[in-house]
């Protein structure tokens, strides 16, 4: 399990691995910007996983870095997908349109004051 905590969302704990509801591939749900801490371990082994991790999943060879064109448009699965703007020149407007698509799972729950309560997306 780990800990979650965005800027614009609610504290929330979720398992590390889950089973994506289209494909039964396992996902690793985790995100450097907003991962607190992963639930059971001790601070340092969870810092130590945490960081090797992240580095496998944000290497270069499982990377895909967009080479942009006027036109383009991409898709991605937000199924805990990492991604990120970065490289784009500031001088030019950034345009980004979501469409989200309505599901039925669940992946965490809600945490206050230490307490799970409501599901989370």
Not at 33 to 44: F, R, S, V, Y
Not at 59 to 86: C, F, I, K, T
Request: aromatic fraction near 6%; charge should be negative.
């Amino acid at each position: 399990m780990v800990a979650n905590r965005g800027e614009m969302l609610p504290e929330s704990s979720h398992p590390l691995v889950f089973v994506h509801p289209e494909n039964d591939m396992p996902v690793l749900a985790l995100s450097p910007a907003t991962t607190k801490e992963i639930i059971g371990l001790p601070k340092e082994e969870a810092d130590e996983l945490f960081d090797l991790l992240c580095k496998h999943v944000t290497s270069e060879e499982n990377a895909y870095v967009h080479q942009w064109q006027p036109g383009d448009v991409v898709l991605w699965d937000n199924w805990r997908m990492l991604h990120r703007a970065y490289g784009h020149a500031k001088r030019y407007p950034r345009v980004m349109n979501s469409l989200p698509i309505l599901g039925t799972m669940r992946l965490g729950r809600i945490v206050k004051e230490g307490i799970e309560t409501a599901e989370a997306a």
